[in-house]
């Protein structure tokens, strides 16, 4: 699950197995743009060259906004979407010459929109009943773009390993994973590394190895898709493994894609023994290493330097926040030296695509695709009897949110033994969208989608009433304390601890109150249960996506519990389903006023 575009500020205020062998992609051959002091007849002693970075793209083609059917806009007036970055990447091929650019993505490509979910469940890449699939957009958009390695992102192992080989079978660049291993072998899974060679009229070729890393965290967030099957050790464990074996193989420069932010967090705290965002901590602790491209946190970093502590070399680092929404361009100098060649300089930028067109090849080549997504989207489910709008579910009991918890009890509760129906049964969910909204009217398939935005599927496990206790404690970390007598200010009450909305759990079928005035572990108040207050030792079914069941966000107690009950249905196709099969969605069916903020025990809104 992506971190939320919000974290961007808190940062920039911090500051089933193929072979691994090595794959020499083509050599990247001379072109028209090349050194000012490469005079025919002499041997360069200086070249350039230039890696183009994107990540997170989230299977954003085009600058379209599936939820909204509308095109994307933004407060800060960027533009989603490959189609536009291509642009960019022609640009830079044009200035600089063919022969002098490399492409490069730092992961998560086919999960994200209605687009992705279209080709992963509706019409599947990997085909159903014994047919073909369809090419997924994604492999279509960037072997048109020449891509020359991407690293797996976690999303990638969201719709199971077989529809990733799929997609891996239909791009004509690797998908990089060194540290994403065989469970039984733990041998590489996927390709680790690729060399490119860039030639240079006159002299050797430039060997750039790219090595790719993806997020350890995947281990825990798709369980389901990878356990017994594959394993994901640390970025670092492995980054030292494979940078000095890219280092004998010749390279000139080493180059990491790492699906792993820049601060050494970690959103699962103890739950994995790995890092989440280690690029850094590769950066620091790994000698050898040029440059990373950096993924997974969805935020803008331009150019980041990290010093190497047994180097004292600079690693270069950059970030280009996320859905296409900017391009980063790595520049590399480097000079000739006894017949090898040497970084003498590097720098990195980040480039936004909102002033230039779309590609219209990837217009022509995607536009049937992108239109039947629409009208998926806009297919009709049933109506809803009014507004519903979940733009106050980060502090306010809403029915919109009592919709999720709806549909997650109903289902979980047709799906347990017998002694297991006898507990009390309740419901966990987070606000993902504030912007999210269910028509008075006709109801749709992206409205419900833009409220429920991960392709999360349903759990029932078991805590006592101690741990839910804890449970909701830690989910009202988010809250900033505010003082009694203090006034509210919606704007600056969430997100406290780098709590994003996503991360914050509400709860259903027990009554509690979250006391913002008193501090982090003492917040839950009057927590009980029809009535009566919620024993130490009471047992109970929580329904639980997928995500957070497996240890997501850190909450305690959760991933260790017993499982009661598991689906492979996403949670969105079953609200989508509780709709159709209703024909009408009503509150009054489903929405109660279970939990409030207070203040010293007075009640906030």
Known sequence: MSVSPMNRRAFMQK??????????????????????????????????????????????????DYYLDAAYSDKAGNSVGIARVATLVKQQREAKGEDHVLLVDAGDIIQGTSLAYYFARVDPINGTGGTHGPRHPMATAMNHMRYDAAALGNHEFNYGIDLLRKFESQCRFPLLGANALDA??????????????????????????????????????????????????????????????????????????????LDGSSSYGSELPYVENASNLVAEQVPGIDAILVGHTHVEVSSYTVKNEQT?????????????????????????????????????????????????????????????????????????????????????????????????????????????????????????????????????????????????????????????????????????????????????????????????????????????????????????HKGAPVADDQVFVVAVNNYRANGGSGYPHIAAADIAYSSTNEIRQLMIDYVTAKGALNPADFAVTNWKLTQNGTAVF
């Open 184 to 261: 039984k072998t733990l041998r590489p899974a996927f390709q680790p590394y690729t060399v490119k060679r860039i030639r240079v009229p006159g002299a050797p070729d430039i060997k750039v190895g790219i090595l790719g890393l993806t997020n350890p965290g995947i281990a825990l967030w798709d369980k389901d898709n990878v356990s017994g099957r594959m394993v994901f050790p640390g970025l670092v464990e492995q980054a030292k493994k494979y940078v000095p074996r890219l280092r004998a193989l010749g390279c000139d420069v080493v180059f990491l894609t790492d699906h792993s932010g």
């Open 312 to 528: 004292g070399e600079d690693v270069l680092l950059s970030e280009p926040y996320c859905w296409g929404m900017r391009l980063t361009v790595f520049d590399f100098d480097l000079e000739l030296h006894h017949g090898q060649w040497k970084v003498t300089g590097k720098k990195a930028q980040t480039l936004s695509p909102s002033n230039v067109e779309e590609d219209p090849e990837i217009t022509r080549l995607l536009k049937a695709d992108h239109e039947l997504v629409v009208k998926y989207v806009n297919t009709p489910v049933g109506t809803c009897s009014t507004d519903l709008s979940a733009a106050e579910s980060c502090w306010k009991d809403v029915p919109i949110m009592d919709f999720i918890h709806q549909v997650q009890m109903a289902t979980v509760a047709t799906g347990l033994s017998s002694a297991d129906a006898a507990l009390p049964l309740i419901s966990v969910a987070a606000p993902f969208s504030r912007t999210a909204d269910i028509p008075a009217g006709s109801v749709t398939i992206k409205d419900i989608a833009g409220l429920y935005i991960y392709d999360n599927t349903l759990y029932g496990k078991k805590l006592t009433g101690a741990q839910l206790k804890d449970y909701l404690e830690y989910a009202a970390k988010y809250y900033h304390q505010v003082p009694s007598g203090t006034k509210v200010d919606t704007a600056t009450l969430t997100n406290a601890n780098s709590f994003w909305d996503y991360m914050y759990d509400t709860a259903a079928g027990v009554d509690y109150d979250i006391d913002i005035a008193q501090p982090e572990g003492s917040r839950i108040k009057n927590l009980s």
């Open 15 to 64: 500051s089933a197995v193929t072979g691994a062998a090595v794959a020499t992609a083509g050599a990247v051959g001379a072109g028209p743009a090349q050194a000012a002091d490469h005079h025919p007849g002499h041997r360069p002693r200086t070249w350039s060259f230039s890696i183009l970075g994107t990540t997170d793209l989230h299977s954003h083609v085009f600058d379209w």
